[in-house]
């Protein structure tokens, strides 16, 4: 069985200063993991994925998430926060045993971002 | 390219109705899967489908069934509507391919009264 977890379900940053949104996973077997961002009424896009080659991943809009198996976290960051950053930010996992791959979500972290 | 569409935007039902959602996947692209997203919550998997067979399925009740067709369009359908059943309802396209990503359309709002 796989599991992510989300710390922190409400995330305020000002303009220009660090974006971290935390993510740890639960895996029996080696993961694919994904950032997925949704604005609001809108659907999911993906940010970045992680496919076990390079641990540190670059996405869109400035966004990167280092994979630590050690830690079995896969944190988001942004060095400068934009307003028009704010969104609803998912983690998921995607692993299968019997050839699905479907996503496990967490339950999300809300980036708002403070002028 | 045309990305994944999703018909209807918004739709209201009533409880013990049926309803049928629809998806056009991404072209090139042979998997659908179908996500529900509750009210401030992530979205969970209800079911995939890879070259018009069901490839996998989460923890939902039968009532939930889907269809792919040879264009790999896909429908999602829900018998005996629950209040419960309220929610977004997300298809994704993708490719079955280890760590290939799925491309989300803008759902579909359902709601139950």
């Known amino acids: 069985a796989q599991s992510v977890t989300q710390l922190g379900s409400h995330v305020s940053v000002s303009e220009g200063a660090l974006v971290l949104l935390r993510c740890n996973y639960s895996s029996s077997v080696p993961p694919y993991l994904f950032w997925y961002v949704q604005y609001p009424n809108q659907g999911l896009q993906l940010l970045l994925k992680?496919?076990?080659?390079?641990?540190l991943v670059k996405g869109i809009n400035g966004f990167e998430a280092e994979f630590k198996k050690s830690e079995t976290s896969f944190h988001l960051t942004k060095p400068s926060a934009h307003m028009s950053d704010a969104a609803e930010y998912f983690c998921a996992v995607s692993r299968s045993g019997a050839g699905s791959y479907q996503l496990t979500f967490g339950k999300g972290t809300k980036l708002s971002v403070i002028p | 390219e045309t990305g994944v569409t999703q018909s209807p935007t918004h739709l209201i039902k009533t409880r013990g109705q049926q309803v049928t959602l629809r998806c056009s996947s991404q072209s090139g692209h042979n998997t659908v899967s179908w996500y529900q997203q509750a009210l401030g919550q992530g979205p969970q998997f209800i079911f995939q489908y890879y070259r018009e067979e069901e490839n996998g399925r989460g923890n939902f009740p039968p009532r939930f069934s889907g269809l792919q067709f040879p264009n790999y369009s896909s429908e999602l359908n829900v018998n005996a509507l629950e209040l419960d059943d309220s929610a977004l309802y997300l298809c994704?396209?993708?490719?079955?391919?280890?760590?290939?990503?799925?491309?989300f359309g803008p759902g579909t709002r359902l709601t139950v009264t």
């Open positions: 992680y496919t076990s080659a390079a641990t």
């Open positions: 994704a396209s993708s490719s079955l391919a280890g760590g290939s990503e799925q491309y």
